[in-house]
């Protein structure tokens, strides 16, 4: 059976296994964004803490994928089988782009901005919230989209600890040594990554304050 | 009113463990223009920070409208002082209006008075508000860059001014320009400004009184007659720049 006509034959679980993909996706770059934002802006502040959250993020994204879940499966609360595990060690992956583009995209804002922004009497709240954060946000959304696109490929393989998604077509295929099922859990999957990655690109843009056109609604308010 | 907007009384700053300023000794009246000239690391800017307490005093204390900046709140200090940094320090991301109408903001001004506020500004710094208020920074010259961090400064009428070299990245004839725009701005708006430079024309355009720094120590405080007439080395060696 060809890939086209498998396809076809299964188009209502290939879209259904989309949409659970894109919703372990999703919900881990959420969580990535909502841990890894504050933890890259915290570490701007404690130049000691910087060290140990940048490394403790980095080997965590050396451990290969499949041995991640691997090692979730026994634990409590964070592992077993299904999405939530899948969820936890997807987010694992996403903090080191998210943390490290947040921390970079504020420690790289011109010194005299900062100053300035010092010197008027904001506080250090302020600072955040008027300055760094708009500042950096091109560079944190430039690490939310690497991070979701490395979740798209490696939640493929959260079908192996049962949390669906297009990765089931591929150890189904693989089971059954049949191309055709691999590919469309694969083809899927390597849209998805690309169709995702233009979007938050668009975004990026959207908030780029460096862009030449449309400045006229960046009020404060 | 005190007749001294801004007092350093016996002040000593160090850096990494080294004294880089002081003693300093030096009484700024209300509504006077008081230049500190000096060469690089000279500790013109140091002088400068210890004012809005960007930095404190490792000895002696730093007043300013009577009150020693230890003892003011950092952030209610800062905001009575006006602050233009070289390149103005203009955020990139906010509008030319944004940009002026920042401080008022922050002390909860309401929009009107805000919009008010920003167009007056605009006005009196040479940039009509209908051409420039709604322009990205990018989109300025240098100088009009350096207009804006003038009106941002002067935006929730703070009694005094810091200006740390602002006109220093300027070509010179718009610096020129600038320079005697600010002299007129400041006389009219009775501000008390304690501006850095290393350009003795600067200085000479600009100052009521002039203090020399050399390593961190003053060694002249009078006015641009008395510099354009000292006999001190130091003083002649910079007279031969005009």
Redesign the interface.
């Known amino acids: 059976m060809s890939v086209f006509e498998y396809a076809a034959r299964n188009a209502g679980e290939i879209a259904f296994r989309t949409v659970q993909h894109l919703g372990l996706v999703g919900a881990a770059t959420f969580i990535g964004v909502a841990i890894g934002v504050p933890l890259g802006v915290a570490i701007t502040r404690r130049p000691r803490a910087r060290v140990i959250v940048l490394g403790v993020a980095n080997v965590l994204q050396t451990v290969p994928s499949l041995a991640l879940f691997g090692f979730l499966l026994p634990l409590p609360l964070l592992g077993g089988i299904g999405a939530g595990t899948a969820v936890v060690a997807l987010v694992v992956y996403a903090l080191l782009p998210i943390v490290r583009n947040t921390f970079v995209g504020i420690t790289t804002i ?1 010194p ?2 900062r ?9 250090d709240r ?1 600072i955040l919230r ?2 760094e954060l ?2 950096a946000m091109p560079v944190i959304l430039a690490g939310v989209r690497t991070a979701t696109v490395i979740g798209v490929g490696i939640a493929t393989i959260a079908a192996a600890i049962g949390a669906g998604g297009l990765g089931d077509f591929i150890f189904r295929g693989l089971a059954m040594v049949d191309n055709a099922v691999i590919l469309a859990g694969a083809v899927p999957a390597a849209a998805l990554a690309l169709v995702l990655d233009g979007v938050l690109h668009l975004i990026e843009r959207r908030v780029d ?2 862009r ?1 056109a449309g ?2 609604d ?4 | 009113m005190t007749a001294s907007a801004i007092g350093f009384r016996g002040v000593c700053a160090e850096r990494g463990g080294k004294r880089v300023l002081g003693p300093l000794d030096l009484e700024i009246e209300t509504g006077t223009v008081v230049v500190l000239l000096g060469r690089s690391g000279s500790g013109k800017t140091t002088t400068l920070r210890l004012v809005n307490r960007l930095l404190e005093p490792t000895d002696g204390a730093v007043h300013v409208l009577g009150t020693a900046t230890t003892r003011w709140d950092a952030v209610d200090l800062r905001r009575s002082i006006g602050y233009v940094i070289q390149d103005g320090g203009i955020f990139p991301h906010l509008s030319v209006a944004d940009n002026v109408g920042i401080v008022p903001r922050l002390v909860g001004w309401d929009d009107a008075s805000i919009a008010d506020r920003t167009s007056a500004l605009l006005e009196l710094v040479g940039l009509p508000p209908g051409q420039f208020a709604r322009r990205a920074p990018h989109e300025l010259s240098g100088g009009q860059r350096q207009r804006v961090g003038v009106a941002r400064a002067l935006a929730a009428d703070p009694p005094i001014l810091l200006c740390d070299e602002p006109f220093g990245a300027l070509d010179p004839i718009t610096r020129a320009e600038l320079q005697r725009e600010f002299r007129d701005l400041v006389e009219q708006l009775e501000k008390t400004v304690l501006f850095v430079t290393h350009d003795v024309r600067e200085a000479l355009a600009l100052a009521d009184r002039i203090v020399l720094l050399e390593g961190g120590v003053p060694t002249f405080a009078d006015s641009p007659e008395a510099f354009r007439a000292s006999d001190r080395p130091s003083i002649r060696e910079f007279r031969m720049l005009l």
């Open positions: 011109d005299a901005v100053d300035a922004a010092v010197g008027m009497g904001m506080t302020q008027l300055v708009p500042l304050w460096r030449p400045r006229g960046h009020a404060l308010t």
